[in-house]
């Protein structure tokens, strides 16, 4: 992952120090930046840190109300891909997932 966040294990949960004190768009921008490796990968490791950073994003008040929605929305969705991902084989190179 980049810099964006800061790391504590691979995919850290709020509660385990997830935080953006200072700039809170960065949750924002990591969750972006995760989104677009989660096709190539289907990592159970890289939905859950999707999905805590939609959690840190849907409970920050600095947020736009509208985002602290979608995100919060899209929590329970990202956890069950997770599960997913962990019982399904992950896609070999070259292979077209659709």
């Known amino acids: 992952m ?5 790391r504590r294990g691979a995919a850290a949960a ?3 120090g997830l935080a953006y ?5 960065l949750a924002l921008a990591a969750v972006l930046h995760l989104l677009s490796r989660f096709p190539a990968r ?6 859950k ?3 805590d950073h939609l959690e840190v994003i849907g409970s ?8 602290r929605e979608c995100a919060a929305k ?10 997913l991902s962990e019982s399904s084989p992950a896609p070999t190179p070259g292979s ?3």
């Open 49 to 51: 840190a999707i999905a």
């Open 42 to 47: 289907q990592s159970p490791a890289v939905a």
């Open 60 to 67: 920050d008040v600095r947020m736009a109300g509208c985002v």
């Open 74 to 83: 899209l929590v329970g969705d990202w956890r069950a891909y997770a599960l």
């Open 2 to 6: 980049s810099s964006l966040a800061p």
């Open 96 to 98: 077209l997932t659709h």
């Open 21 to 25: 004190p200072n700039q809170p768009e």
């Open 14 to 16: 709020p509660e385990e």
